[in-house]
């Protein structure tokens, strides 16, 4: 085939970097063979275009740029405000938000930039305010301590980890979880499904400064209308983390009561997954939380980096486009597709099935297997998962008793509802050919046999729909 300016980018960059150090050379190009041959159904990845991944490749991540656009605290930083603003406009676009905020790294860091956002309007001004001075250097030791006290004795109340939470929601490993005293609430254990009035009791009585809503592995919609009624019953800040749906937000798939960004006091998000964009986080709010959302650093972060929100703005400018919200919607589409067909072939599904980009399987009910034991077989075969608890999970969150599909790569691809029912396919072949390997004290939780040939198989079907649907078809390196 011709050589495309694509091909001609990475053979260029990667004879450059080998130049240097042949070892990281190899895995660049090693990483693309492997995303190549295998099945990507992790409902957090995707591929991002050669457009977004060329613009991280550039001299902007030789350049600090602390503070905001217009108002930093290094020289030379004209180019820099160029591309900050233009990714936080096309933000406010794409989303429809009055304020957005591009240079958190990663999701994690867009959550900690909303709790102190929060923790800073709600705690630090009224204590300033009410001691007399304007900045917390101007408070004296003891008043310091007293306010540190108080920004570190709040309370958070969110989504279970087994109920599709996340470990940054205010769990204890995670340092959300040693910030705040935290409390979850869960699911229906009939229905799989939130239980509002639930949710509302648990507000009413636990009275957590924020409640958080969003989710990283809850197969259904979610009301956001709702959430934000129980946070104003309380006098609760509501934050969403939408960073695994945001894609459907900005394809304009999930609306109303479903987007969260005209309920939410605040709202975060990741730019890669859903998004389709590089590696990063953002964060939306409306005007009365933008001035603390914007101090983010130095309040959460040290430098931006400019390569990476350049890159944002790529996957915004793209998500802006008409052909986005087709896209977004070819993901539930296909979710639906992929959930129906593994129900029609006996497995049991977390709620019965999905109606956003993920499907949780319940290996345990299912086939017999742990999370584990299901995820590497599923590898063995050509299909990249990854394990994921359960609500109740009896196998607890390492070995689980489930397994997290997404089909968000699969649909940037050009596979559609056809090709999920072979998906379908390959995936209960399967796993209805392995059993878990006997160990001293019964089953064992990680170690499994397959039935020979059957990995073989899945191998080969799974290479042939990469053929007819192949991953950078513009991207030749031989």
């Known amino acids: 085939m011709p050589t495309t300016p694509e091909s001609a980018a990475y053979r260029s960059a990667l004879e450059v970097i080998g130049a240097v150090d042949p070892v990281i050379a190899g895995a660049i190009a090693g990483e693309l063979g492997n995303q190549r041959s295998q099945l990507k159904l992790i409902a957090s990845e995707n591929y991002a275009s050669p457009a977004v991944l060329l613009a991280m ?12 656009v217009g108002h930093r605290f290094y020289a030379g930083c004209d180019y820099v405000d160029v591309v900050e603003g233009r990714a936080a406009a096309l ?12 240079q958190p790294h990663s999701g994690i860091d867009a959550n900690l930039v909303a709790f102190w956002a929060i923790l800073s309007k709600e705690v630090e001004a009224p204590a300033l305010a009410a001691a007399g001075v304007n900045h917390v250097n101007d408070l004296s030791p003891d008043a310091w301590e007293t306010l540190r006290g108080a920004l570190n004795g709040q309370r958070m109340l969110g989504m279970s980890l087994d109920a599709g939470g996340h470990l940054t929601h205010g769990f204890r490993p995670n340092i959300s979880g040693k910030q705040f005293a935290q409390r979850s609430y869960g699911t229906d254990p009939t229905t799989g499904l939130l239980d509002y009035a639930e949710v509302r009791r648990m507000a009413q009585e636990f009275r957590p400064l924020v409640i958080v809503a969003g989710y990283s592995a809850y197969p259904r919609r979610v009301d956001f209308a709702a959430m934000r009624s129980i946070a104003d019953e309380v006098g609760a800040t509501l934050m969403v983390d939408m960073a695994h749906f945001s894609g459907l937000v900005a394809g304009k798939v999930l609306t109303g009561d479903h987007d969260p960004v005209p309920h939410a006091h605040i709202v975060t998000s990741t730019t890669h997954k859903s998004l389709r964009g590089p590696r990063g986080g953002i964060v939306l709010c409306g005007p009365e939380l933008a001035e603390f959302v914007d101090k983010g650093c130095p309040l959460v972060l040290g430098g931006p980096m400019p390569h990476v929100m350049a890159a944002k703005a790529v996957a915004f400018a793209e998500a802006s486009q008409p052909s986005f919200r087709d896209y977004a919607q070819r993901i539930v589409d296909n979710a639906r597709a992929l959930a129906d067909g593994l129900l029609r072939r006996g497995a049991t599904l977390v709620t019965g099935g999905t109606d956003n980009h993920l499907v949780l399987l319940d290996t345990n009910a299912s086939y017999g297997l742990t999370g584990r034991q299901a995820e590497s077989a599923l590898l063995d075969g050509g299909v990249v998962t990854n394990r994921n608890s359960i609500p109740g999970d009896p196998n607890g969150a390492w070995y689980t008793s489930g397994v997290r599909l997404g089909t968000p790569a699969l649909t940037t691809l050009g596979m559609g509802t056809a090709e999920m029912d072979e998906v379908a396919d390959i995936i209960h072949g399967l796993l209805a050919a392995t059993t878990p390997t006997a160990a001293s004290a019964g089953p064992s939780k990680a170690k499994y046999t397959t039935t020979g040939g059957v990995a073989d198989a899945a191998r080969r079907r799974a290479g042939d729909l990469l053929t007819r649907h192949p991953l950078y078809p513009s991207v030749d390196l031989t």
Not at 57 to 68: I, L, M, P, V
Not at 91 to 102: D, E, P, R, S, T
Request: proline share 0%; aromatic share 20%; glycine share 12%.
């Open 91 to 102: 933000a406010k676009q794409i989303f429809g938000a009055a304020h957005a905020y591009v």
């Open 57 to 68: 490749g550039n001299w902007f991540s030789d350049k600090y740029a602390e503070g905001t």
